[in-house]
């Protein structure tokens, strides 16, 4: 299905599998209203899974000597992501401070204090990854900033975490004009709410349907842009996403980069 984002049609032709009916379906990047990308930092920019692994195996060789310690700490760290995935369904406002509440249910479920939790997340989540993101950019991205930057369109960064030290760490943190993330203290939700993705317009100074938002996760990042009204590409899938209007998957930025190369402000 085609999906249209404005009066001004830039052609390009990207096809794409749908797994639901095996079919091409066309997608028209029509970057001619466009004035900003908004995009997701984890799983978007970098290849995730491929971070994850790394991190796994230097995990277990630090602690070669320690494995109880080792897999204590790796114990907890799954704790504190499941706390986040089940933070997104709470109602609005429920939880003022989203930082806190993360660690207060990672501490509920493994049964370790606070600053012990903290002292893994902030080594193993925050400070031990940096090192290997700018190997593990996915293929087109910086091209792909490059692009939008090149057609007088503006950037954000949208993260459940801050995002300053990774952006920082991949070298293009230059391009983002904006980064926001859903600690933020005007935010504190996440993802699928669209507060954290309509606070980012704000502050980039657009409106809705004046912004391109791309995502790596269906049921968040499309619900996301879905919930506020905002074209969403998803990298990396080949799903049907006609329940998210306004959203389509595409394989990669090379798709991407193919699209903006028509568009002349």
């Known amino acids: 299905m085609p999906i249209y984002f404005g009066d001004a049609i830039i052609a390009t032709f990207v096809y794409r599998d749908c797994l639901s009916h095996r079919q091409k379906s066309l997608f028209a990047f029509e970057a001619g209203r466009f004035k900003a990308v908004v ?3 984890d799983g978007t920019l970098y290849r995730q899974s491929s971070v994850r692994r790394k991190m796994l195996w230097r995990l277990m060789r630090t602690h070669v000597c320690q494995p109880t310690q080792g897999f204590s700490t790796l114990r907890v760290l799954r704790a504190y992501r499941k706390a986040q995935e089940v933070l997104r369904g709470v109602p609005r406002d429920s939880e003022p401070d989203l930082a806190r ?15 012990v939790v903290n002292s893994y997340v902030t080594r193993w989540m925050e400070r031990e990854p940096l090192e ?6 996915h293929e087109g991205l910086v091209t792909f900033l490059q692009n939008v930057r090149s057609k007088g369109l503006r950037l954000g960064a949208l993260s459940d975490y801050p995002a300053e ?15 926001v993330s859903a600690q933020n203290t005007d935010v504190q939700k996440l993802k699928p709410d669209p507060r954290s993705l309509e606070f980012t317009l704000q502050r980039l100074g657009v409106e809705r349907h004046e912004a391109l938002y791309i995502g790596d996760r269906p049921e968040v990042d499309a619900a996301a842009a879905s919930n506020a009204g905002v074209a969403c590409v998803i990298i990396g899938c080949r799903r049907d996403l006609a329940e998210w209007q306004g959203c389509v998957g595409v394989s990669g930025y090379e798709e991407l980069n193919r699209a903006i190369s028509h568009y002349s402000a």
């Open 39 to 41: 995009m997701d930092v």
């Open 101 to 115: 509440a993360q660690l207060r249910l990672a501490c509920e479920w493994t049964g370790v204090k606070p600053d």
């Open 132 to 137: 290997i993101l700018a190997r593990s950019l």
């Open 165 to 179: 030290a990774k952006l920082a760490a991949m070298r293009i943190a230059h391009f983002f004009d904006v980064v």
